[in-house]
């Protein structure tokens, strides 16, 4: 709103009578715009794609965002096996196998960021390089795993190739889900207040991108001294995405990445 206003003041050439100049730039604005909704092809960014430069659509309305590691890293040997136990249950034939080190290290490629079907910008650990759950990052998650809404926190992003050969590569994430809500406090608030406490390490484990429904807020609080974290999801997420087009974010994290 404030640049669509700057930019309207900035047309006003009638100093003497700049209401009634800005009321008619306000209008012409409106038509123009009204033109291109119904001939498309008189507005010239229609050609543009509409997510920055280096991400990567993965389909179904998802989006992996920058930045990206562009050689492979070392994951930790936790998330290595636990990267490895989901790899033996859903993708036995795997070559992703070939990047395990003789002491199980794995080695990948991650994203920091993912573009949600609402539009929302999901961040991740890896995205800010803070390894700590923080409730105003957009690092938190509502999931939806076997058919049950969990919450998690993202570390990082990544894909693997499924089997040998193919050229479609499955979109991963890498969560610490927090732990049950606390069923009294779920039941005294009517079904309100999801308070969960964090498991960090304790509860890796690998999604597909396609389970994670939304960006919400897990906010600190005590409850009989144990630090808990209730979730409250997060409004007007949506304001990255203006114009059609998503704002492309964190340039500075491009340089850091090798």
Known sequence: MERTIGNL?????????P?????????????????????????????????????????????????HERSRHAATALESRTICNYLQHHYPQSPEFNYFDATGIFRL??????????????????????????????????????SKIQFGAVHFFFEIQPIEGSHQQVPLALISLYSPPNKNLLQLSSE?????????????????????????????????????FFMFKQPGMDVAYRGGFLVDENEELEEQLG
């Not at 003041?9 to 009578?17: A, C, G, K, L, M």
């Not at 092809?41 to 050609?47: E, F, I, K, M, N």
């Open 9 to 17: 003041v900035e047309e006003i050439r009638q100093p003497s009578n």
């Open 19 to 67: 209401y009634a100049n800005l009321g008619r730039r306000a209008i012409r604005r409106a038509q123009i715009n009204a033109l291109k909704a119904i001939i498309p092809s008189l507005d010239p960014d229609t050609s543009k794609p509409s997510i920055p430069r280096w991400s990567k659509d993965i389909g179904g309305g998802y989006v992996l965002l920058k930045s």
């Open 109 to 146: 490629h991650r994203w920091a960021r993912l573009q949600l079907l609402n539009l929302q910008s999901n961040r991740s650990m890896f995205a800010t390089r803070e390894w700590r759950p923080n409730a105003r990052r957009a690092r938190n998650v509502k999931l939806l795993l076997d």
């Open 192 to 228: 309100v207040v999801y308070s969960c406490q964090y498991r960090g390490e304790d509860s890796l484990c690998v999604v597909s991108v396609t389970a994670i429904q939304a960006v919400v807020a897990m906010v600190p609080h005590t409850i009989d001294e144990e630090n808990c």
